[in-house]
C-alpha cells in the first residue's frame, strides 16, 4: 500500500549502515501518525488507509536516494538519513516534513491529520539499531506529550505543554461524538470525558484545569434529557461556564428539553462532523 520498506527489511538496511560505517553522524527519524484512530473511528477504513498512503508518499518524496525510508506499523514510520553534514540539516528537514502534511488541501487528507517525530543522533562507533531507534522512539514520546505536531530530539528537553492549558468537558455515552470531539480539537488529551454530573463538578472545581465550556451530549439519552437538565440546574457552575448542548437530528423533545432548560449557551445536532465541532470550539474560546 505505501511501497515502503516493511519492519524487518529497513531495520536489516539501517543497521547494515550502523555496522559499515560506525564513525559517521547518522539519524533516525520515529514518525507517527497523530490521532489515527479517530481518524478510522470518523471517516471510515478507506480513508485511514488512504492517509497511510499520503503521508508515505510525502516521505519517500523529502528523502533522498541514499536515505532509508519504512513502515513500521500501522500508523508508523521510521527514515533514516545517513552521513550527514549537520544536525541542523535534519531539523530543516523534520521542519519540512511537518509543514508538508499541513498543505491538507493539496493531501485530500482530514485537515486535523498531522504527525509527530522523534530524533536520535548516532553516538560515535553506535552500532546498534536496537539503542537508537529506543532513543527515537523516546523522543516521539516527548513530541506527544508536547502537544503533537512537533518534533523532538533524543537528550533535549521538549517543550512541555501549558499547565493552564484551556480543557474540554464533555458529557457523553457516545463513542462517535466523543471521538469527533477529540479529532477536533488540536489537543486531544485536553479532551475530559465525564459521564455524571458529579464528575463535571470536580473537574470544574479542580485548579489544575481552565474550563471555559462545557459540551453535553443527551442525544443517547433514554429520557431525552430530562432528568441530566434537572440536575444541571442545581449546579452553581451551570450558570457561569458555557454549555453547548448535543441533540440528535430531528429529535423534537430533546431540542425542547435543552432550550426550556433555560441552561444551553449552543445547540449542535448528532451526527455531527468535525467541522461544526470546531467552529463551536473556536466560538466559545477554548483553543
Not at 113 to 140: H, M, N, R
Not at 200 to 209: E, H, P, Q, S, V
Not at 232 to 250: D, F, N, R, V, Y
Request: aromatic share 8%; glycine share 4%.
Amino acid at each position: 500500500m505505501t511501497h515502503l520498506l516493511n519492519k524487518a527489511t529497513a531495520e536489516h538496511a539501517i543497521s547494515h549502515i550502523l555496522l559499515s560505517t560506525p564513525e559517521e553522524l547518522h539519524a533516525l527519524f520515529a514518525i507517527d501518525i497523530d490521532n489515527f484512530k479517530a481518524v478510522n473511528d470518523i471517516f471510515g477504513h478507506k480513508m485511514g488507509d488512504h492517509t497511510i498512503s499520503v503521508v508515505a508518499g510525502i516521505l519517500a518524496s523529502h528523502f533522498s536516494g541514499s536515505d532509508i525510508i519504512g513502515r513500521i506499523g500501522g500508523d508508523e514510520f521510521v527514515a533514516f538519513m545517513r552521513d550527514i553534514a549537520s544536525r541542523q540539516a535534519v531539523y530543516e528537514k523534520a521542519q519540512e516534513l511537518l509543514d508538508a502534511i499541513l498543505d491538507k488541501e493539496a493531501l485530500s487528507i482530514p485537515e486535523n491529520v498531522t504527525i509527530s517525530i522523534g530524533i536520535a543522533f548516532t553516538e560515535p562507533y553506535e552500532t546498534s539499531y536496537t539503542t537508537l531507534f529506543q532513543k527515537a522512539d523516546t523522543a516521539l514520546g516527548n513530541s506527544k506529550k508536547s502537544g503533537k505536531q512537533c518534533f523532538s530530539e533524543y537528550g533535549v528537553s521538549a517543550q512541555k505543554p501549558d499547565t493552564a492549558m484551556k480543557n474540554i468537558l464533555l458529557y457523553t455515552h457516545s463513542r462517535n461524538v466523543a471521538s469527533t470531539l477529540k479529532f477536533a480539537y488540536s489537543y486531544p488529551d485536553r479532551l475530559i470525558k465525564v459521564s455524571s454530573v458529579t464528575e463535571i463538578r470536580y473537574a470544574i472545581m479542580d485548579k489544575n484545569n481552565h474550563v471555559p465550556a462545557v459540551f453535553i451530549d443527551v442525544s443517547e439519552t433514554g429520557d431525552d434529557g430530562r432528568q441530566l437538565w434537572d440536575e444541571l440546574s442545581h449546579e452553581s457552575w451551570a450558570s457561569s461556564t458555557p454549555i453547548i448542548a448535543i441533540c440528535k437530528e430531528g429529535n423534537l423533545t430533546q431540542i425542547r428539553n435543552a432550550i426550556l432548560s433555560d441552561l444551553i449557551n449552543d445547540l449542535i445536532f448528532e451526527p455531527i462532523d468535525v467541522e461544526s465541532i470546531k467552529r463551536r470550539i473556536k466560538k466559545h474560546q477554548t483553543l
